[in-house]
């Protein structure tokens, strides 16, 4: 079992910026790939970012250029650096772990809003 605690969400005006941690606990060792998710209101959730174990990264379209995913394994703890941040970021922003090639480890979320 993985444990995911994400922190660090928050009201935000347009342009400004904030920084999501995710700490992991548990059967970390077998955490490969960490990553986010977000879901607005109404809306399906939807890959953020991504990070693998060697450090390989991907991002959705709508924040490359203004996200940053990184993951300190001393700490196994992972990070969204969001800047330029945008109304339409506004979001709940779960972490996520995959547990099996079906099924993933979810954090509770963490409330992410852009006010324009």
């Known amino acids: 079992q993985v444990q995911l605690v994400e922190s660090g969400g928050g009201l935000v005006q347009a342009g400004g910026s904030l920084r999501l941690s995710c700490a992991a606990s548990g059967s970390i060792f077998t955490i490969n790939v960490m990553g986010w998710y977000r879901q607005a209101p109404e809306k399906q959730r939807e890959l953020v970012a991504y990070?693998?174990?060697?450090?390989?990264?991907n991002y959705a379209d709508s924040v490359k250029g203004r996200f940053t995913i990184s993951r300190d394994t001393a700490k196994n703890t992972m990070y969204l650096q969001m800047n330029s941040l945008k109304p339409e970021d506004t979001a709940v922003y779960y972490c996520y772990t995959p547990r099996t090639s079906m099924t993933k480890y979810w954090g509770q979320g963490t409330q992410v809003t852009v006010s324009s």
């Open positions: 990070i693998t174990s060697s450090g390989i990264t």
